[in-house]
């Protein structure tokens, strides 16, 4: 293998490997370097290494095809647009990108470095050398899964891309530990005739950048908007109180969401204000018992007490400082246990307080009701007509209800009258008197 001109290099990221066969792989890194050389810039080398510390700069931000992650370049003096397609030096080389953010201005710093700029806009030729490469990706990507099938590594093709116009295929594959592929690499390159990259990224890199839907429906963050992924652990999850259940947890990359450090900080600080679960407390009432649960976002919790009682109490009735007596014990076992969860213990203390509070409803109240009372001449005219109109609604609401209640009345005592005439307590009908008569006769 030494007498073969190859380089092994390793990255953070993965294992980076390169293997130059023949002399056109040079050739193809010269004609890189040339392209970046004589490239119009907008800013040189130079002036990005003559930037003072403080000094405002304007940067904008190049997203790459297969990368979630967006990079800042100088905005130069070109008037660029959001969405359109430039020609820049991404993290793997010369690419194709798009604008993703409006021009920004910051002050410059050692940790803004390196400073790249945007080499061109891109142009009909450079998308149309892009569109000819969609060949050789899916021939990459064939022989490489027939190859890995034959050597029968343990790695699992994510997929590949050609950048630097065709001089280069990037192959990003998952595996479970470190994997020997230097003959995979040479099969390829034989192949190929070109530079070939074989990168190991995890799972959430593979989620980022191929993009899916997510649980919610919608793109999922790692790949539309999240620059640093993949710090959601089971703690958070624990301290949600969520169902550790992979089916519930998990995105669709098999790890835990990232979504669930959104809301871990409010959790975190709702928690300090209530108990822990499983312990021994002494509520402001008197009250004494074990926590079995907490309602976090309710800011509640449900305590067992010492007389066999499971109630549900507001934050406002606990306090850390107050300690149990050392001679209190709670049972071991009860022989009935009440359930009384429906009501609140100490909640309506609390809306008792904001009634009487008078700055209980926040600034805000406050700024409306001092508002209030410096209303206008247009405000009061508009308040006494709507005022108006509000009393002549009412009035009409109460004579159409007086008159139903009439209606109502006169239909009961006619109803009443027909039904005493048909049981014949008013005697008997002068009809029948008639008839009576005429039988008599």
Known sequence: MRGKRYSLKRKKSGILSHMNLNENSENAQIEINNELE??????????????????????????????????????????????????????????????????????????????????KVATLEDFTKQKTHHALMQKAQALCVDQIEKLRLEMVLTHVEVIEFGKKIVIYFNAPERVDFRELVRR???????????????????????????????QTCCSSFLKNYGNASIRMAKNQNLALIPTKINGVCGQIKCCIKYEDDVYTEKRKILPQEGSFIQTANGDRGKILNLQILNERFEMLTDRGERRVYHRSQYNHETALPETWTFPQQFEHILNETKTIIGLAVVKTEAVNDPHANGPEFDDLLENDQDLSDEDEDDLADVNKMTAELENIGRNTKYRENNRSDSQDSSSEFKKQNQKGDNGPRPQQKNNNYQKRR
Do not use: W
């Open 188 to 218: 390829l390159v034989q192949d190929l005739k070109v530079r070939v990259e074989l990168r190991q990224i995890s799972l959430r890199d593979r989620a980022a950048a191929i993009g899916a839907v997510g649980a919610c429906g919608l």
């Open 38 to 119: 004589n490239a119009p810039e907008t800013e040189s080398d130079a002036e990005v290494s003559a930037l003072k510390e403080g000094e405002e700069i304007t940067l904008v931000r190049v997203r790459f095809p297969g990368n979630s992650r967006s990079f800042p370049f100088l905005y130069g003096k070109r008037h660029l647009l959001y969405g359109q397609k430039v020609v820049a030096m991404s993290d793997r080389g010369v690419d194709i990108g798009y604008i993703n953010s409006i021009p920004y201005q910051v002050y410059f710093h050692k940790g803004l470095l390196p400073l790249r700029s945007i080499i």
